[in-house]
């Protein structure tokens, strides 16, 4: 449906604003991206410093475990995961039938 569509993007949109990584005492500058995805070793992983969900492929801001908690909870992201777990569940059992 069209308006769940654009009320989706205007929801990212307000998101990303309310986890902007502007410096300010929230922000974590001292945690470095590693360091939260040792917190979340299934989840997350760092490369060049920088924090990505390993299910979705985006980058998150790793100065803010508050934005990290809020994707790892977002609709699509356990959309993605669910999806994930789908496909490589299908996938064993097609090996093990062969």
Not at 18 to 34: C, F, G, Q, R, Y
């Amino acid at each position: 449906e069209p308006n769940g569509c654009l009320h989706t993007v205007q929801y990212f949109h307000e998101f990303k604003q309310m986890v902007n990584p502007a410096k300010d005492s929230k922000t974590a500058e001292n945690i470095s991206a590693l360091h939260h995805a040792k917190q979340y070793p299934k989840q997350l992983h760092a490369d060049g410093g920088k924090l990505f969900c390993t299910t979705c492929n985006v980058k998150l801001y790793h100065t803010r475990k508050f934005s990290i908690n809020v994707h790892l909870n977002f609709d699509w992201h356990r959309h993605a995961k669910r999806k994930a777990e789908t496909y490589l569940t299908s996938k064993a059992k097609r090996y093990t039938m062969s």
